[in-house]
């Protein structure tokens, strides 16, 4: 009976530790930047309620990035999955340029201000742009998109026109995963705080090893304002070293917290049947 109920707390422990291993990166506000590297204007502040990461403030001429100090190594197939939050805020003269996700090798830097929303000139990358200002071509002549961006470029090899305005102050939810296996990439948006179903956009045969060159990647966000401007904040962010979609529990593991009480629960069912033996 002692061996079962050991066997049955090391596997539940080691399910809960696997699960904990997934997530490289978690910042549930920005009271601690502690593993991040700021550059430019970004800068960590308190906006009235809570403590965000202010990628550009609503000043022209502004940019910045913040990454993750040391590179992540995506080991399992160079997947990966994320879950962040934005609010974009206080625009002047039309509100710009955006934001972009961004996974790259290159280092903790800082790309071009105005319409480069910080990630143009970054080569060997991957960016997912929320952009709100019309730069005509490059943005399908729209002012409110998503687009998935590569190699520094701002021309996007596709795009999501939203309905919603991203500058209107309202927090984003944004789901960003990449499976290596299928080389697949799917991008959720929402309004709440829960997984939609199904993608906003999907963008097939995207090979990340051969566009990273290397499966050690620094990721984070850019920003930049240009003659226009708005607040660019980050207010939570999750970022996983493995196809591991935020929201979904691995097939046939519970979350964390369910199976530890499930490994307890059966550890006292065990000790009660033992006392009536």
């Known amino acids: 009976m002692k061996k079962t109920m050991i066997t049955i707390v090391a596997s539940a422990m080691a399910l809960m530790a696997v699960e904990a291993q997934a997530t490289t990166i978690s910042y549930t506000d920005f009271t601690s930047t502690t593993g991040l590297t700021i550059n430019g204007n970004a800068a960590a502040v308190n906006d009235g309620s809570r403590n965000v990461l202010r990628i550009t403030p609503a000043i022209n001429g502004q940019s910045g ?135 906003v956009l999907s ?25 226009a401007n708005a607040n660019h904040d980050i207010i939570s962010w999750e970022f996983r070293d493995s196809f591991q979609p935020v929201g979904i529990a691995p097939t046939g593991v519970p979350e964390p917290a369910p199976l530890a009480l499930l490994g307890f629960g059966l550890l006292g069912l065990a000790l009660a049947r033992r006392r009536r033996k």
């Open 65 to 199: 990035s913040f990454f993750s100090t040391s590179t992540v190594n995506l080991v399992s197939n160079t997947s990966f999955s994320s879950k962040f939050s934005f609010n974009i805020n206080n625009p002047h003269s039309g509100g710009a340029d955006g934001l972009v996700f961004v996974v790259q090798p290159q280092g903790n830097n800082v790309g071009s201000s105005g319409g480069g929303i910080g990630y143009q000139g970054i080569n060997n990358s991957l960016g997912i742009e929320f952009d709100t200002w019309n730069n005509g071509g490059v943005d399908g002549n729209n002012n409110n998109h998503i687009g998935v961006n590569l190699n520094g470029s701002i021309s996007s090899v596709v795009r999501y026109n939203d309905p919603v305005e991203f500058q209107n102050g309202q927090d984003r939810f944004v789901w960003v995963d990449y499976n290596g296996v299928t080389q697949d990439l799917e991008i959720r948006l929402s309004t709440i705080d829960l997984r939609p179903s199904t993608a």
């Open 203 to 227: 963008y097939a045969n995207l090979n990340l090893l051969s566009v990273l060159g290397t499966s050690n990647a620094f990721v984070g966000f850019t920003s930049g304002t240009g003659a």
